[in-house]
């Protein structure tokens, strides 16, 4: 499971990339925070739900969805060309965070037993820290040499080949 939290992790960069792609399709800067706004609305409205469903349906389904839900939007990002969907896109980005955030963890409170969680909830945030750097240097590198729309395709790529090694795992 670590392995495809790493995995993920390397094509997770930083949010503002989401920000500077919207204002690369021709949202003004100045509708970024209600982009973050619809975000964050989105995520805290279907957090509870996304919680209350991981516990009747095995957790790994649902972060494997919300791995994949990562993809379609990540490649929705890469695809698009212009305003038009950026804002749908952002609000099930924030769909993604619901189905993830509090669920991985609660996953791997049930994997680990209660003696050892503070050392694997330790490693698994040291993990995604670590990644945190490389993954926004190569999307900026990425978004440099090549295109914002290779960035985003990289980072779904990432995501899909996560959600298939928790699937196979």
Not at 99 to 118: F, H, K, Y
């Amino acid at each position: 499971m670590l392995s495809a939290v790493g995995l993920f992790a390397l094509g997770n960069s930083s949010d503002l990339f989401l920000i500077l792609r919207a204002q690369n399709l021709g949202i003004r800067a100045t509708l970024a925070p209600g982009l973050g706004l619809l975000f964050n609305l989105v995520y805290a409205s279907l957090s509870w739900p996304a919680g209350k469903l991981s516990d009747r349906i095995p957790r790994r389904t649902l972060v494997v969805l919300g791995y994949f839900v990562y993809a379609a939007v990540y490649l929705g990002f890469s695809l698009v060309r212009g305003p038009q969907f950026v804002w749908f896109l952002f609000a099930v980005y924030g769909m993604y965070y619901a189905m993830t955030e509090g669920v991985l963890r609660a996953w791997i409170a049930d994997l680990v037993p209660s003696s050892s969680r503070g050392s694997v909830f330790g490693a698994f945030n040291w993990l995604v820290g670590v990644a945190a750097l490389p993954a926004s240097l190569l999307a900026g590198w990425l978004w440099r040499h090549y295109s914002p729309s290779a960035l985003f395709f990289v980072s779904a790529s990432l995501s899909l080949a996560a959600a298939i090694l928790l699937l196979c795992a």
